[in-house]
């Protein structure tokens, strides 16, 4: 099984995200959560197929939410 350049593009920033939220945890649990939100959206676009297929068509669509979330996260932290 090969792994597109997509997919390792985001496998890269799931591992960011979660060092990233473990590194803030202590001093700022809302943005911590964020990241680790996106985190997990970006494994549901690979894992669950009805999701993925969702977000291949409305890409930009999913770009505003992950970035609605993190700006959320930054506002409230």
Known sequence: MEI???AKLDIGIVVLMVLYGIAIVGSSP???????????LL????TVDPFGE???EHQFLFLLVMLAILTIGFLLS
Do not use: K, P, Y
Not at 30 to 40: M, P, T, Y
Not at 43 to 46: D, F
């Open 4 to 6: 597109d350049r997509e």
């Open 30 to 40: 809302l943005l911590a959560v964020a990241a680790w939100i996106l985190s997990g």
């Open 43 to 46: 494994i549901l676009r690979h």
């Open 54 to 56: 969702f977000v291949e």
